[in-house]
Structure formats: C-alpha cells, structure tokens
T-cell receptor
Framework: GENVEQHPSTLSVQEGDSAVIKCTYSDSASNYFPWYKQELGKGPQLIIDIRSNVGEKKDQRIAVTLNKTAKHFSLHITETQPEDSAVYFCAASMEAGTALIFGKGTTLSVSS | NAGVTQTPKFQVLKTGQSMTLQCAQDMNHEYMSWYRQDPGMGLRLIHYSVGAGITDQGEVPNGYNVSRSTTEDFPLRLLSAAPSQTSVYFC?????????????FGQGTRLTVV
C-alpha cells in the first residue's frame, strides 16, 4: 500500500521567514496530494491540494509543488506569521474512493 | 451546517469495556473514514467506507469494528478496550467520485483506556 514520508518533524522559523515541508510517496498510482493544518485541540483542515496533472499551485502565501518523477511534493509558506504555528500534514491517495494516507506531521513554530 | 460531528469529545474506559464512538455528517458525502492520532505517528487510517453498506480496513484495523447503515452515520466500535487504544480519534468525510476531494474532519474524541 501507499506510504508517505514527511520531513522535517519540527521546524522553527522567525516571523517573516519562509518555511518548507517535504513529503515523498511510494505508489506511483497516487494522484491527489492534499495538505492539512491542525491547530491545538482541533481536527485537521485542508489548506491546499494538488492533483497529479498539475506541477504547482499557489494560494496567497501558500504554495505546493509536485514532482511526479521523483514522487515528492512540498509545501511552501512565505512571510510566515505567528498564526501559522500548527501541525501540518501531507497526504496522498489514488483513484476516486480510495483511502487518504497521511505523513507523520510537521510541527511548525513561528516566533515573533 | 454542522459538518462532521463526533461524540463524545472525551471518554475514559476500563480495560475490557466496550463502547461506540459516534460520527455523523450532514454533507451527503459518500466517503467516510476513521483515523487515530498518536504522538509522533501522525494520522493512521483505521477503517473507511465508500458508501452505505460498504466498509474496508485501513492501516490499523485490529480491535475496531465499523458499519455503515446510512450515508450520514459511521460509528466506530471498540469491543474490548485495551490501553494501546488510548488515542485521539478523528472521523472524516468527503466526496470521492468522480475524484477524491477535500476531507472534512470532526473535532475528535480523546479516549483513555486505563
């Protein structure tokens, strides 16, 4: 089955810096790659996703890139703010109706 | 619009007790799933369902049962709780056809087995 590796497990940055989180997946059939943000005591919430027919997607300060050949995808957050502090999860799934498999998460801390 | 509702929010069980974690969604999503979250382990898939009457096992199904009699509800049953099942449990739902879409998560159930 699918296996998703996520790095780093913790990331500390200064406010205004950029943050990058990287994930690799094992199954070349995977075609949907979402990123979730989890704040303390809450359930994960989708912040951005990308499909295998797209190489990059941006939404304001957040961007995701996908390299299908290398089977890895990354989350980029620019101009970080203290409210970006949270746990971030990457995930992957194959065709419609199949399970979403998550990485182990990255705890991002943004200090002001 | 309530989204995904999980009950209870907190529960303490004794080893060997049984209980059901409830999950309901009001978005008419066909796909529902249960995850457990443990420190350093991320979100691990327990069971999932692609529609009423259809369920399948995920990464860590042992010790858990599910059923899907309606589109709205997807309860998770612990038949004989063990300390290893101490965790935070999340239910999620989404549209999955013609392609997978955003999964909406509940607020979680924090379960402690003593």
């Amino acid at each position: 089955g699918e296996n998703v590796e996520q790095h780093p497990s913790t990331l500390s940055v200064q406010e205004g810096d950029s943050a990058v989180i990287k994930c690799t997946y094992s199954d070349s059939a995977s075609n949907y790659f979402p990123w979730y943000k989890q704040e303390l005591g809450k359930g994960p919430q989708l912040i951005i996703d990308i499909r295998s027919n797209v190489g990059e997607k941006k939404d304001q300060r957040i961007a995701v890139t996908l390299n299908k050949t290398a089977k890895h995808f990354s989350l980029h957050i620019t101009e970080t703010q203290p409210e970006d502090s949270a746990v971030y999860f990457c995930a992957a799934s194959m065709e419609a109706g199949t399970a979403l498999i998550f990485g182990k998460g990255t705890t991002l801390s943004v200090s002001s | 619009n309530a989204g995904v509702t999980q009950t209870p929010k907190f529960q303490v069980l004794k080893t060997g007790q049984s209980m059901t974690l409830q999950c309901a969604q009001d978005m008419n999503h066909e796909y529902m799933s249960w995850y457990r979250q443990d420190p350093g382990m991320g979100l691990r898939l327990i069971h999932y369902s692609v529609g009423a009457g259809i369920t399948d096992q995920g990464e860590v199904p042992n010790g858990y049962n599910v059923s899907r009699s309606t589109t709205e509800d997807f309860p998770l049953r612990l038949l004989s709780a063990a300390p290893s099942q101490t965790s935070v449990y999340f239910c999620a739902s989404s549209y999955s056809y013609p392609s997978n879409t955003e999964a909406f998560f509940g607020q979680g159930t924090r379960l402690t087995v003593v």
